[in-house]
């Protein structure tokens, strides 16, 4: 039997590229997310490529429900699963200190309790056996200023915070539990293309003085690692390991 893994967010952007290497690599792949025709055009791919080889699920992750129904569709279609990735979240919002307390509650629900409450759902579906592993999709605004809201920074830093604690809480049970804080990453339609398309001077400047490899972040360097860490590429024995993946961003001596 083929190892199964879920991504949650796995139609568009780091989800997509995470789901797609899985996918790639011989594993069978859950897609979930809030849109019906991106799910099955995705799944339809996957399915060409490898028969019976993905699910779609379509749920939305910041209601209660809904995440129930996931549970309960995983459960039927696959029973257990070796690996999710917990990949949701969203910097929108007013930047910097100055955000409304309706965006800090709605940033720090879609950021962390939302997180949180798919996993508490989701970790009885996850095999209690080595190679078993759960990755959490962070930021480095966690760390440090990328002028991202602050409710979003405090939320990504609290999810950090939540990972390690549920590394040490599932050691003993064979889980391993990572989590990569991506910094500044290119996604189709996302800040950065839009950045790039309004004024490549400025985007080459702002890389040339922010990022100390030259270049910006792509979605399959997120995706590579991810899966090293899901794979047991790098050690069965990490957990607990969290990666600033930004091209030296905050390298702070």
């Known amino acids: 039997m083929n190892k199964r893994v879920l991504v949650t967010g796995s139609t568009k952007g780091i989800g997509r590229a995470v789901v797609e290497k899985f996918h790639d690599k011989g594993w069978d792949v859950g897609v979930t997310a809030r849109d019906e025709?991106?799910?099955?055009?995705?799944?339809?791919?996957?399915?060409?490529?490898?028969?019976?080889?993905?699910?779609?699920?379509?749920?939305?992750?910041?209601?209660?429900?809904?995440?129930?129904?996931?549970?309960?569709?995983?459960?039927?279609?696959?029973?257990?699963?070796?690996?999710?990735?917990?990949?949701?979240?969203?910097?929108?919002?007013?930047?910097?200190?100055?955000?409304?307390?309706?965006?800090?509650?709605?940033s720090?629900?879609?950021?962390?309790?939302?997180?949180?409450?798919?996993?508490?759902?989701?970790?009885?579906?996850?095999?209690?056996?080595m190679g078993s592993t759960l990755i959490f999709i962070g930021s480095i605004a966690q760390?440090?200023?990328?002028?991202?809201?602050?409710?979003?920074?405090?939320?990504?830093?609290?999810?950090?915070?939540?990972?390690?604690?549920?590394?040490?809480?599932?050691a003993p049970e064979r889980i391993l539990v990572n989590?990569?804080?991506?910094g500044h990453i290119l996604t189709r339609g996302g800040t950065w293309e839009k950045k790039m398309e309004q004024s490549k001077t400025e985007f080459e400047e702002f890389i040339s003085k922010n990022i100390p490899v030259g270049r910006i972040g792509q979605v399959q360097d997120v995706a590579d690692l991810v899966f090293a860490y899901s794979n047991?590429?790098?050690?069965?024995?990490?957990?607990?390991?969290?990666?600033?993946?930004?091209?030296?961003?905050s390298i702070n001596l």
């Open 179 to 182: 989590l990569i804080n991506p």
């Open 37 to 106: 025709a991106n799910i099955r055009e995705l799944t339809d791919q996957f399915n060409q490529k490898r028969q019976n080889s993905a699910i779609g699920i379509k749920a939305d992750l910041s209601l209660k429900d809904e995440v129930k129904f996931l549970k309960q569709r995983l459960e039927q279609e696959w029973q257990k699963v070796d690996c999710i990735v917990f990949n949701v979240g969203s910097g929108s919002g007013t930047k910097g200190l100055m955000s409304t307390s309706s965006e800090n509650e709605l």
């Open 143 to 170: 760390e440090i200023n990328v002028k991202a809201p602050i409710s979003y920074s405090y939320a990504k830093r609290a999810l950090n915070n939540f990972a390690m604690a549920q590394a040490l809480e599932l």
């Open 232 to 249: 047991q590429e790098l050690s069965n024995y990490s957990t607990g390991v969290r990666i600033n993946l930004d091209g030296g961003t």
């Open 108 to 129: 720090l629900k879609t950021n962390y309790l939302d997180v949180v409450r798919t996993f508490k759902n989701l970790l009885p579906l996850v095999k209690k056996e």
